[in-house]
């Protein structure tokens, strides 16, 4: 994939700041789907200098990048929306991977932690990003729990490690790799998308976690858990009244290991019928 990126200084004085922009932005915007190859575009009009504008785009590649340049829907937005109100241009073009795609690649699991705790508004930003999750018919059934009370914390490390029985070879009797941070995540069972929704959560979580230079793991039992006597215990303790699902628990913190590599893609797993 190519990334095509281009800063601009807008001409002073002009007299509707707003609509220039907004002209800028619905117009090269608007590009996708006429271009050929051109998979991505987004243009920043909300900057700190309010004279300055930035694209940022996608492309399939350097040929889809010529055509691009040539297309006449992208010379026409250039010629009566860009030009005439830009005094500076400076462009940036290179190849690489888009950032989300980048990040899908990279996310591994992590089974060894630091001590340190991360800031809380790193954490919030996981679990924000876990709630911005779509769920079935929007009901949102998906809940996350972020377990900071020690005693609750070592009542479900020890319930886990009970039904998880003895660990994998290799790995620690802790089913949570003793991460400083611990979150639960449950569905409501009124909805019958909660496990589903609340894997997306996991998921999302899992790469937001990532982005933000965390590590995590998702640690599973959480079914069994919430059926136990302790999962009533833990919906007393977060006031939940109904019946819930566990899905899983997000192990969260800074990795005490390298990154490891990337599972090789399997491309047998997709299949066309
Ligand atoms: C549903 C689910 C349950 C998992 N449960 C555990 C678990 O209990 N303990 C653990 O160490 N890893 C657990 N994992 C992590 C997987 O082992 C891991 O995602 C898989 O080996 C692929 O490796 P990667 O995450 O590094 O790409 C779980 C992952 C999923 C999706």
Redesign the pocket.
Known sequence: MLRHVIIWKLKDGLADLASVKAGIKEGLEGLVGQVPGLLRIKVYVEGADPSMVMLDSYLASAEALKGYATHPAHVAVANAKVRPYTQARHCLDFEGDSEFSELVWE?????KFKADLPAKELVDEVVRAGLLAPTGRNKQSSVVLRIDDPELREEIRAK?AEI?GAP?PG?PAD?F?AAPVMLLVIANKANNTGVYDG?LT?GNM?LKAHELGLAA?????AKEELESPLGQKILAKAGLEGEWEGV??L?LGYADMPL?E??PYNAARYITI
């Open positions: 996310r591994r699991s992590f089974r886990n998880m994998p790995r089913p790799y894997s996991m899992m793991c998702w640690i599973h039992r899983g628990h192990a490891p990337p599972h």
